[in-house]
């Protein structure tokens, strides 16, 4: 059984359970073998292709494969995105090698898949994490044995490490902040930033579970279940744990390495990272080929409040936190620019309350506004991911919206990719906290595909 569906510019896609589909828009005729079919796409406007790019990309064996997953940072890409749209849209690097640029890279998944594919790339995020992510998932892993390590550390006589956080004893059992300040003190005290990227994000892991915060939840939160934890926790050999549960993330850590490592990687690609940045005050200092990014989602989301227990530990303090959460889309401020999508204007009339307004008209004029600034500088194809949300069980096709935009800005929308996403932990939040109201789980997640006209 075959389902048609015709796109915008009338070109005409099949897709069936046998799953083949042929398209103009990659390179030559793709077999893909991720698609599936999804009827209700019949009724877009634009050219849509139903996809599971989990599937669609041979090359990397898991979507959580090596480092393209060293932290489970909120809303990260599957690598399989960024190596999809490499392979079918940018030149290949031994021809020619890109510039990919990600203005809301989180995780950094797009650098750390560029780099496999040789091209160079350019990163940015509000988030400080970003760097530490960055760094530890290209590092190449220390020849040093995890037992030797852990040896170091118990020898060792650090000052403690305080983290300027005004709730640490809000966060932390009393009991376990001297073990945790030592061991910190003895992580920011080794000589090297290499030395100490291979301790940053296995003991950020073991910190977080020493903590009230539920592991499940990317938000701070004590449930129930983490309050259990904690008084498991303290009824047992608690420092042994400790020790057991840092050894296992450091050598997890350094598998992860040396998967990665494996895909040859490039040495000798160009990367820029900035973290720390805003957007909205950032510009691009030359051109750039390809943007692929994520912006952040339009509700329950918010990116500095979930990892802000690492940046403490990290040595952020609350003003530094706080000045990062005030920048944070969508609420923050921001200035409005000429949004060129009628059904951004017909969406937007049609939300009653004054606080979702609010939300709504910061998070586009903020992403489109930085959209439209940065496109300027990219000179052949902008793929975006977006999640279609809901404001008031509405669901806003955010995709769509978007495309109206940068078309009237002199894009031309090529395809939309529409991929299911499995169960994702960030949406397991029953309420949302932007409507206060049920979230409606997110099913779908578009790639929007855009060339230069
Ligand atoms: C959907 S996430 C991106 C996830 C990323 N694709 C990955 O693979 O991890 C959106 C990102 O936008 C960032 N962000 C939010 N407001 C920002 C701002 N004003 N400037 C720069 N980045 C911002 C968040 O910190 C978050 O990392």
């Not at 510019?9 to 103009?24: A, C, M, P, R």
């Not at 921001?334 to 004054?354: A, G, M, T, V």
Request: proline share 5%; with cysteine.
């Amino acid at each position: 059984m075959e389902d048609v569906i015709k796109g915008k510019q009338g070109k005409l896609l099949t897709t069936d359970q046998n799953i083949v589909h042929y398209s103009s828009t990659s390179s030559g005729m793709e077999n893909v073998s991720a698609v599936r079919n999804i009827k209700s796409l019949q009724d877009s406007t634009y050219q849509k292709i139903p996809i599971l790019f989990r599937q669609a990309v041979n090359d990397i064996p898991s979507t959580t494969h090596g480092t393209f997953s060293v932290y489970q940072y909120p809303a990260k890409f599957i690598p399989q995105v960024i190596a999809y749209v490499l392979k079918h849209y940018v030149p290949p690097a031994d021809n020619q090698r890109s510039i990919i640029f990600d203005p809301f890279a989180g995780h950094g998944t797009t650098g750390i898949v560029a780099r496999v594919y040789g091209h160079h790339y350019v990163l940015w995020d509000l988030n400080p994490f970003l760097s530490i992510i960055h760094d530890t998932a290209i590092m190449k892993p220390p020849k040093v044995f995890v037992s030797d390590l852990l040896y170091d550390l118990t020898r060792s006589k650090p000052d403690e490490f305080v983290p300027r956080w005004k709730n640490l004893e809000y966060w932390f059992p009393e009991e376990f902040l001297p073990l945790l300040e030592r061991t910190w003190g003895y992580v920011h005290s080794l000589p090297t930033y290499q030395e100490q990227l291979v301790w940053y994000i296995p003991l950020i892991k073991v910190t977080r579970y020493f903590s009230w915060a539920d592991e499940k939840v990317h938000k701070l939160y004590k449930s129930k279940r983490s309050k259990k934890k904690i008084k498991d926790l303290l009824e047992s050999d608690w420092k042994k744990k400790f020790f057991i549960l840092l050894e296992r993330e450091l050598s997890t850590l350094l598998t992860k390495l040396q998967q990665y490592q494996a895909l040859k990687p490039h040495d000798d690609v160009n990367a820029t990272v900035k973290s720390g940045i805003d957007v909205m005050e950032t510009c691009l200092d030359s051109e750039v080929d390809v943007m692929i990014t994520s912006p952040p989602y339009l509700q329950a989301q918010e990116y500095i409040r979930s990892t802000k227990m690492a940046l403490y530990w990290l040595g952020y303090d609350d003003h530094q936190v706080q000045a990062l959460s005030k920048k944070e889309i969508p609420y923050r401020k921001f200035e409005p620019i000429n949004i060129h999508s009628d059904l951004f204007h017909k969406y937007r009339s049609q939300i009653k309350d004054e606080h979702l307004v609010k939300l709504f008209d910061c998070y586009f004029h903020s992403v489109l506004g930085a959209f439209t600034t940065l496109s300027k500088k990219v000179t052949s194809l902008l793929a975006i991911f977006v999640s279609p949300a809901t404001i008031r069980t509405r669901q806003i096709p955010i995709d769509d919206i978007f495309i109206q935009h940068l078309e009237a800005l002199g894009w031309k929308h090529d395809v939309t990719y529409i991929d299911t996403i499995k169960a994702r932990s960030m949406f397991e939040a029953k309420v949302n906290p932007a409507s206060g109201l049920q979230d409606k789980r997110m099913e779908t997640e578009h790639l929007i595909i855009l060339k230069k006209e």
